[in-house]
Every structure is written in C-alpha cells, then in structure tokens.
C-alpha cells in the first residue's frame, strides 16, 4: 500500500516538469513532507474546456482518499487512498474514474514501514524507509481522481463540490521490495500522456500502461520514526536515520 510520501516541489517546478497549461496560482500548497490521507496534494490531469472543447493540462489540489460519485457521505474517502492495479478496473469504487479520470501525483518519494522484532535493550517498533527514485526525480504516481457533491448544499455553492484522489499500488519491486509487499505505480513518462488523455477509455490499454518499474532505478534509506506522527513535517524527516538509536513513539503508519 502506499499510505504516506512527500511532495515538496513547488507548482512552478511542476508546471514546468509535467507541461501544465494552467494551474490556479491561488491555491498553492505548502512543501509536504508527510503527506498523509485526507491531505490536500498537487494532481496533473486533462480536461476538456468547457467552451472551446480543447483539452488542457492542469495542476489542481485534490483531496487524497477518493469519494465514488455515488457515496452517501465523504467519510468512505479515508478508506480509499489506494486501488489495486490488478482491480482496479473492475471494483465499482475505481472503475468510471479508471476509464474517465485519470491523473499522475507528483512525489518525491514515498514511506513504509518494517518490523522491527524485539532485543533486550530495545521493544519491537517498525522501521520506517523512505523510498525514492536514485536520480532524484519526481516520481509520477499514477492515480484516479473523482468528483462527488456534497447533496446538502446547493450545487452553486464552491463547498458543494469535492475532488478526491486515490493512489494506485502494485507488487513491490526493486529497494520497495525489500521492505513492503506493495508500492505506488508510477507512469513511465512516455506513457504519461496517454494515461491521461481524457479520450482514452479502452481498458485494456490503459492497463497496459500500468507495469512496474525496472530493477535498479529506487533506493530505500531508513528515517527517524519522527515520520510515524503526522503532526511532524519537515525536511528532516528525509534524513537517513541510525536504526539504533530510533525514538520508538506512536505508531501511525496505516
């Protein structure tokens, strides 16, 4: 799974990396260094102009954790921050958004956790890595993205409206391997472009955009547990950590 990554380019970075077209320069967001559910995170994705029909590239926020269009209430998005590659084109939460709504999340990296069986100085705690691409690149995970409105408010009101994301994840491959089962997919980036061409609907095809990367390209680093609570974000929980002298603290990896 992918529970928790960063983001900490600016949308200018962005915007120049993943060829935007627009982006609204008012609804910036803060470097992330512990994104985590619910958290608002920067998305590329394609949309039709509403007047002239061309399609445009955008940077928007979305709120991580997707909300189907037809939930009841917001509150199922918590559970749906990840959909399996291998279903996701089936599962009646991920499927309309799978063939319409398709969109790449800009990462630096992303975090997970190993046990850490217990010794006589030390309790059992899990180790969290922070898991990256070797070259420093953004990652591009691959995503889906919905929109539900909100049936208690008027559908004029901006409230109304929420626009969720969730991460799609694989077989763990590479330095991820070595330390959780599943990871985030990232789009090669001359697939990226037909991943989100809004047009592009065939199933088939777009699953076939979604293979894991060649060996060699990530590295794993062991950070301070100060990662666990998501109360801490700063550029210091990108640092490598001693794995024996780990301040154990609250679990919160799920």
């Given at each position: 799974?992918?529970?928790r990554?960063?983001s900490?380019?600016?949308?200018?970075?962005l915007a120049?990396?993943?060829?935007?077209?627009q982006?609204?320069?008012?609804?910036?967001l803060?470097?992330?260094?512990?994104?985590?559910?619910?958290?608002?995170?920067?998305?590329?994705?394609?949309?039709?102009?509403?007047?002239?029909?061309?399609?445009?590239?955008?940077?928007?926020?979305?709120?991580?954790?997707?909300?189907?269009?037809?939930?009841?209430?917001?509150?199922?998005?918590?559970?749906?921050?990840?959909?399996?590659?291998?279903t996701?084109?089936?599962?009646?939460?991920y499927?309309?958004?799978?063939?319409?709504?398709?969109?790449l999340?800009?990462?630096?990296?992303?975090?997970?956790w190993?046990?850490v069986?217990?010794?006589?100085?030390?309790?059992?705690?899990?180790?969290?890595?922070?898991?990256?691409?070797?070259?420093?690149?953004?990652?591009?995970?691959?995503?889906?993205?919905?929109?539900?409105?909100?049936?208690?408010?008027?559908?004029?009101?901006?409230?109304?409206?929420?626009?969720?994301?969730t991460?799609?994840?694989?077989?763990?491959?590479?330095?991820?391997?070595?330390?959780?089962?599943r990871?985030?997919?990232?789009?090669?980036p001359a697939?990226?472009?037909?991943?989100?061409?809004?047009?592009?609907?065939?199933?088939?095809?777009?699953?076939?955009?979604?293979?894991?990367?060649?060996?060699?390209?990530?590295?794993?680093?062991?950070?301070?547990?100060?990662?666990?609570?998501?109360r801490?974000?700063?550029?210091?929980l990108?640092?490598p950590?001693?794995?024996?002298?780990?301040?154990?603290?609250p679990?919160?990896?799920?």
């Amino acid at each position: 799974m992918c529970g928790r990554y960063a983001s900490t380019r600016s949308p200018e970075d962005l915007a120049g990396l993943f060829d935007v077209d627009q982006w609204d320069r008012e609804s910036a967001l803060d470097p992330n260094y512990n994104v985590a559910p619910t958290d608002h995170v920067w998305a590329v994705l394609e949309k039709a102009d509403r007047e002239t029909g061309a399609v445009e590239r955008q940077l928007r926020p979305l709120r991580w954790g997707l909300v189907p269009f037809w939930a009841k209430n917001p509150a199922v998005g918590a559970k749906m921050i990840n959909a399996r590659m291998e279903t996701v084109h089936e599962k009646r939460a991920y499927r309309r958004a799978f063939a319409k709504r398709r969109c790449l999340l800009p990462a630096d990296g992303f975090y997970e956790w190993q046990s850490v069986p217990a010794t006589e100085t030390h309790k059992a705690y899990k180790q969290p890595y922070f898991i990256h691409p070797h070259d420093g690149q953004v990652m591009a995970l691959a995503g889906l993205y919905e929109i539900w409105r909100d049936p208690d408010r008027d559908k004029d009101d901006p409230q109304a409206w929420w626009r969720t994301c969730t991460i799609i994840t694989t077989e763990a491959t590479d330095a991820a391997g070595r330390v959780h089962p599943r990871m985030p997919l990232a789009i090669d980036p001359a697939d990226q472009a037909a991943w989100l061409d809004p047009a592009h609907e065939d199933p088939d095809e777009l699953r076939g955009l979604l293979t894991s990367p060649a060996g060699g390209e990530l590295d794993a680093r062991p950070v301070s547990t100060a990662v666990n609570n998501v109360r801490n974000n700063n550029p210091h929980l990108l640092d490598p950590a001693d794995t024996g002298d780990q301040d154990e603290g609250p679990d919160r990896s799920s």
